[in-house]
């Protein structure tokens, strides 16, 4: 790749959101500069060997409906595809696959290697570099090493790099990932333009040798028959999946990390920020929850040719000499090696009340963030951001409008609303309850709901657009077949809709008419279509109800304690916060709108 210094946008840091922002910004037909600290970790996971899952298999499912990486690198790099809520309603069926950790990170090198657009600078970005006199506006950045490089816009993606430090037992290492350096520079050049930065925690478990595992007696999860790719860009998936294995956590375990938990960093005060709520570490669970006898610890392998087992349920951060005998009581590990031990990362982020909604950050002109910088956990989470902010600062570069998804268009867009709102008072993890639009936010939809949107806006090929459009127009023919078709009086549409009723046995029944005659896919597609489509007319009037009553005041000293159906995280904000309308609890973090549309229905019992 060439070395240049003068770039049309620039993206600091080459994880999951980094890698989106170069290459949606060459999509556009800019010049991207991608700065790393080593080229050839791009793309690389820190934590779990997995893409997808609930509510985040859908965003995989958009960033490819946007022209993203990540659900084409997922395929080429998977060794285990599953449907996850495959027995539930179809807008909560998430897909996950466990992937080959050192291929994702090869493949993801190779994509960014063969965008003529993307040029990788390695070093560590020291200071934001802006020009003087007048409103803050960045020119580019400076090195460590002294090189400057020219932009007009920049995208933050550190991760978990922005003045990390590594935590385990007593020992605290500067890093952002085992055996990676830091970027510590840089937070002093935020603060110093005056930008308001916070402090989040992560962690990982250890890895296991898995020679080492008896897997005899252990629960076996093999990946779906009929693998479903990420990608609608890859072909059908021929693979030999590997399976995954689940055990269990017990009382000898838990006791053991109880008369250990004082050594964790966690515990004795090391680390000041908080943690991921809905991944606990070891410890936090023994500790919170100590009703329970025992924990789930799913088994995946790292790769397959890898040794490396990764447990996951298991992260810690307490000493290593101690990790090893606590994973010696848990069924199937009892002579297990661990090959590196687990540890936390605390690092930097920006507080999100300075982000705008094409995801620049107030104040300085030119500058975006996405990921983990912006408070939020996860891949696809910041592989998402990183796709929005890459094509948002080369539009605001052209001076053209910004590209900002809608709450009801995609989960990207309830992300990015959410982060804009509030301050995230913990790592931010995306949720199919935090969409009000959940049963329209499908993954089996993405690229209904996004192609062509994608395509005005450069991201995507005529031909993408195209190929959703046709795909709309099946599908709506068959659904106009269904309204009119009648079999016994019955309309053929409501024969659908009834529980468990299949495409295929309603088109047996008027001899398999060519309108029914769809693909697996599109067939799962329009029995989402009829199943949902009295209950989005339903919730669109619900909806306009919630707008007229949304001024409805709360009670200052109402007990949420007592009113059941709301989940803990919004219970407890509540509790906090006190907000003194529902338009105050909506714009609270960790309230969903299932927790609102409790607090209307309470609010008009004259409960609230």
Not at 331 to 336: A, P
Not at 552 to 558: G, T, V
């Amino acid at each position: 790749m060439q070395s240049l210094v003068q770039f049309d946008v620039l993206v600091v840091g080459g994880g999951h959101a980094g890698v989106e922002a170069a290459l949606a910004a060459a999509r556009l037909g800019a010049v991207a500069g991608l700065v790393t600290l080593d080229r050839r970790a791009l793309g690389r996971m820190s934590c779990n060997p997995a893409i997808g899952g609930l509510a985040k298999g859908q965003l995989v499912r958009e960033i490819d409906a946007l022209g993203g990486a990540m659900g084409l690198c997922t395929d080429r790099s998977g060794i285990q595809f599953r449907i996850l809520n495959a027995s539930r309603g179809p807008a909560v069926r998430s897909p996950r696959a466990q992937v080959d950790r050192k291929l994702y990170n090869e493949e993801m090198c190779r994509i960014v290697g063969l965008e003529p657009g993307v040029h990788v600078v390695e070093g560590e970005v020291s200071e934001l570099l802006v020009e003087s006199g007048g409103e803050l506006r960045l020119r580019g950045l400076r090195l460590s090493d002294g090189r400057e490089l020219e932009a007009k816009a920049v995208v933050l993606t550190t991760g978990t790099f922005l003045g990390g430090v590594l935590h385990r037992g007593e020992e605290e290492i500067a890093g952002g990932r085992q055996g990676e350096a830091a970027a510590s520079l840089l937070s002093r050049s935020l603060t110093a333009l005056g930008l308001r930065l916070g402090r989040h925690k992560t962690g990982t478990p250890p890895r296991l040798d898995r020679r080492s595992i008896d897997w005899d007696g252990l629960e076996r999860q093999d990946g779906d028959p009929e693998p479903q790719a990420f990608s609608r860009r890859s072909e059908p998936l021929e693979l030999e999946q590997l399976p995954c294995y689940l055990t269990w956590t017990n009382e000898r375990t838990h006791r053991w990390v109880a008369e250990h938990a004082s050594l964790s960093a966690i515990f004795r005060g090391a680390i000041q920020g908080p943690g991921p709520r809905y991944c606990p570490s070891i410890e936090d669970k023994v500790h919170r929850f100590a009703d329970k006898d025992r924990h789930q610890v799913f088994l995946e392998p790292e790769g397959r040719d890898s040794l490396e087992v990764y447990p996951n349920g298991l992260s810690t951060s307490l000493p290593a000499e101690v990790q090893q005998p606590f994973l010696r009581t848990i069924r199937g590990l009892e002579e297990v090696e661990v090959l590196q031990p687990g540890y936390a990362v605390e690092y930097d982020y920006l507080l999100t009340d300075q982000l705008r909604g094409d995801l620049s950050v107030q104040g300085v002109g030119g500058l975006f963030a996405a990921g983990q910088i912006n408070g939020t956990s996860g891949y696809e989470e910041a592989a998402a951001q990183g796709l929005l902010a890459g094509a948002n600062a080369v539009r605001l570069v052209r001076g053209e409008v910004p590209l900002i998804l809608d709450r009801s268009t995609s989960y990207t867009g309830v992300l990015i609303d959410d982060l804009c709102r509030v301050n995230p008072s913990e790592p931010y993890r995306m949720f199919t309850s935090r969409a009000e639009h959940r049963l329209h936010l499908r993954a089996g939809n993405a690229d209904l709901r996004l192609s062509q949107i994608a395509f005005e806006y450069g991201l995507v090929p005529s031909s993408e657009a195209e190929a959703a459009r046709q795909r709309r127009e099946l599908l709506d023919r068959a659904l106009e077949f269904l309204r009119r078709g009648r079999h016994q009086g019955r309309e053929l549409l409501a024969i659908l809709r009834r529980p468990g009723t299949r495409l295929a046995e309603v088109a047996q029944l008027v001899d398999h008419p060519a309108e029914l005659a769809l693909s697996a896919e599109d067939a799962a597609e329009l029995e989402a279509e009829a199943l949902y489509e009295p209950y989005l007319a339903r919730f669109a009037a619900e909806r306009q109800r919630f707008e007229q009553m949304a001024e409805r005041s709360l009670p200052a000293d109402f007990d949420y304690q007592r009113l059941q159906g709301l989940k803990s995280e919004a219970r407890e904000v509540l509790e906090r916060r006190r907000p003194r309308s529902l338009s105050e609890a909506r714009n609270l973090p960790g309230v969903s709108a299932a927790d609102l549309s409790i607090l209307l229905l309470a609010s008009k019992r004259g409960s609230a």
